[in-house]
C-alpha cells in the first residue's frame, strides 16, 4: 500500500514529486514511457514566463507569478541551467498598440514586477534585429530561459534520492476506487508484467492523458485537447541574434510565434498551434515550418533559417476551462488532480509542487522528514573548469579526456554519468537530454555508434535492446549473418 501515487513522471509529476518527498510518506510515480520528461515536458519553449498573460484571478497567474518568482532557488538547489534574459511582447504598425497597455494592466494585476512599455528607439538598442515594422513593445525583465530536460530531471532525481520509487515503462490500464484508496492496475512493457498497486491518494499529472485518468474515477468529467505547436533549433553559430526573448502580441490559441536564444546557446523558434485529435501526432509538417518561417519575420527580421538542425513538435494539454485544473475531486476523495497543465506549464511547476504537495500533507495529515535534501548536483560540464582543474579531472579520470560528441564536445565520462546516475539514461534519447550528446548539427550521425557501445557495456544491455526512447524503438534488428541464412 503506497500513501500516494503520482500518474506522469513530466516536470508537473516531477516536480510534486519532490515536494511530496519533503513527507514521511510512501510515495511513487508511475510513467508508462521509458525515462522521465520523455512527452510534452521534452518538446516546448523552454520559456519561464513573467507572468503577464494569464488572466487575473486564474489559476494559471497565481501560479505562473509563484513559480516564477522560486526558479533562482529551484536553479541553485537542483543545479539547472536557468537564465533571466527578459521578454518583450512586440507590436507592429498594423496592430493596435493598446493591446500592449493591456498585457501590462494584466501583469501589474498578477504582481509581475518591472513591466514597462519601450519605444522603438529603446528597442533597437536593446535588440537590433527586430523587424522594420515593429514600434513598441512590453519589456519584462523577469522573463527567462530554461533547460526543461534538466528541470525535469532535477526534480525527478532528488525526488529519487528522497525515497521516491519510479515505475518507468509502466501503463495505468485501469484505476478502481476501493474503501481504503484506490487500486491501480498497471502493465510494464519492458518486463510484459502486469502488476495491481493499492495507494490511499492519487496524483493525476498525466499530460495530454490527464481527462482519461480522471474520467475513469470521476462523473465531473475533463475534456483535454492536445494542441501541437512545431518549432525549429537553429546552430549555435545564430545563438546570440535575439538576447531577449521575443513574443508576437497574443490570440486565443496562444503566445504567437516567438524568437528565443536558448540557455545552451541556439535559437528556437516556433510553435505553432493546432489542435489535433492523436494524443501522440509529434510530427512535424511542411505547412507548419513554413507558417514558422512565414510568420517570425513579423517580430525579427531575416532569421536565420538556413542555419536550422533539426525540427520537433510537442503537444500542449488545453482544457475546456482554459485553465490548470488542480485540487481534489470533488466527487472522488483522494483523487488530486494537476491536469490540463499548457502554457505557462513549465514556469507554474515549481509552484503547482509545492501546492499539491500542501494538499496532500493536510489530507494525509504527514510529518515532515529531518533529513530531507532539497540539493541535487548535476552532470559536470567540464567546459565549467579551468584549464588546469580540467587537465586534472582528466589525469583522475581518463574518460573526460575521451570526445564521444564532437558537435557538442561531450565526453565519455559526462556520458557515464548519465547513465550511472540516479534514474540513468538507457536510451540514445535519455543520453542525449542529460548531456546533449546528438544534439549538434549532426543530430547523432557520428556519436551514436559510440554511445550505442557505452550503453551496451555499462547499462549493461544487448546491444538490439538499445532504443531512441525505448521499447519499440530499437536500432538493431539483428546480425547481418543471421539476417542472411533468413
Not at 525527478?156 to 487500486?183: C, D, H, I, M, S
Not at 502554457?343 to 501546492?355: F, H
Not at 554511445?451 to 535492446?465: A, G
Request: some cysteine; glycine content about 10%; overall charge negative.
Amino acid at each position: 500500500m503506497f500513501d500516494v501515487v503520482i500518474i506522469g513522471a513530466g516536470v508537473t509529476g516531477s516536480a510534486i514529486a519532490r515536494e511530496v518527498s519533503r513527507y514521511k510518506l510512501n510515495t511513487c510515480v508511475i510513467e508508462k514511457e521509458e525515462d522521465v520528461c520523455n512527452e510534452t515536458s521534452k518538446a516546448n519553449s523552454a520559456i519561464i514566463h513573467a507572468g503577464f498573460d494569464a488572466v487575473p484571478g486564474t489559476m494559471k497567474a497565481k501560479l505562473n507569478v509563484m513559480g516564477n518568482a522560486m526558479m533562482d532557488t529551484i536553479a541553485e538547489e537542483l543545479d539547472i541551467p536557468f537564465k533571466r534574459n527578459g521578454s518583450l511582447v512586440v507590436c507592429t504598425k498594423e496592430q493596435d498598440p493598446e493591446g500592449l497597455q493591456v498585457l501590462m494592466e494584466r501583469g501589474k494585476k498578477n504582481g509581475v514586477p518591472g513591466l514597462q512599455i519601450l519605444d522603438r528607439e529603446a528597442l533597437i538598442e536593446k535588440e537590433p534585429n527586430l523587424a522594420d515594422d515593429v514600434t513598441c513593445a512590453l519589456w519584462a525583465p523577469t522573463g527567462g530561459i530554461v533547460c526543461p530536460f534538466h528541470m525535469t530531471m532535477g526534480y525527478a532525481e532528488n525526488a529519487y534520492e528522497n525515497g521516491v520509487q519510479f515505475f518507468l515503462n509502466t501503463k495505468v490500464e485501469k484505476l478502481e476506487k476501493t474503501g481504503e484508496g484506490f487500486r491501480v492496475q498497471v502493465h510494464h512493457a519492458d518486463t510484459c508484467v502486469d502488476e495491481t498497486i493499492e495507494t490511499k491518494l492519487i496524483i493525476n499529472a498525466a499530460g495530454v492523458y490527464a481527462d482519461e485518468i480522471n474520467n475513469q474515477l470521476s462523473d465531473r468529467k475533463l475534456h483535454i485537447t492536445a494542441r501541437k505547436g512545431e518549432y525549429m533549433l537553429l546552430d549555435k553559430t545564430v545563438g546570440d541574434y535575439v538576447k531577449s526573448t521575443i513574443f508576437q502580441l497574443p490570440s486565443k490559441m496562444g503566445k504567437g510565434v516567438l524568437v528565443t536564444p536558448t540557455v545552451h546557446g541556439n535559437l528556437l523558434v516556433g510553435p505553432t498551434a493546432v489542435n489535433v485529435e492523436d494524443k501522440g501526432a509529434v510530427n512535424t509538417t511542411m505547412d507548419g515550418l513554413d507558417q514558422i518561417a512565414r510568420v517570425c519575420s513579423h517580430s525579427v527580421k531575416n532569421v536565420p533559417l538556413r542555419q536550422v538542425i533539426t525540427s520537433f513538435a510537442g503537444l500542449r494539454a488545453h482544457e475546456d476551462g482554459d485553465d490548470f485544473v488542480i485540487g481534489e475531486s470533488a466527487d472522488v476523495k483522494g483523487l488530486i488532480n494537476a491536469a490540463g497543465i499548457e502554457s505557462p506549464g513549465l514556469s507554474s511547476a515549481p509552484a503547482i509542487g509545492v501546492t499539491v504537495a500542501e494538499l496532500v500533507r493536510e489530507l494525509l495529515n504527514a510529518e515532515e522528514k529531518s533529513d530531507f535534501n532539497p540539493v541535487r548536483h548535476g552532470i559536470l560540464d567540464p567546459d565549467t573548469l579551468s584549464l588546469e582543474e580540467r587537465n586534472q579531472l582528466i589525469k583522475e579520470n581518463p574518460a573526460y579526456g575521451n570526445i564521444i560528441c564532437r558537435c557538442e564536445m561531450i565526453t565519455e565520462g559526462e556520458i557515464l554519468d548519465a547513465i550511472h546516475r540516479p534514474l540513468g539514461a538507457h536510451s540514445l534519447d535519455g543520453v542525449k537530454r542529460r548531456t546533449r550528446a546528438g544534439m549538434g548539427r549532426c543530430q547523432s550521425g557520428f556519436c551514436s555508434p559510440k554511445v550505442m557501445e557505452i550503453l551496451e557495456r555499462e547499462v549493461p544491455m544487448r546491444v538490439d535492446q538499445i532504443g531512441k526512447n525505448g521499447v519499440g524503438s530499437e536500432f538493431i534488428v539483428g546480425e547481418n549473418k543471421e539476417l542472411e541464412d533468413e
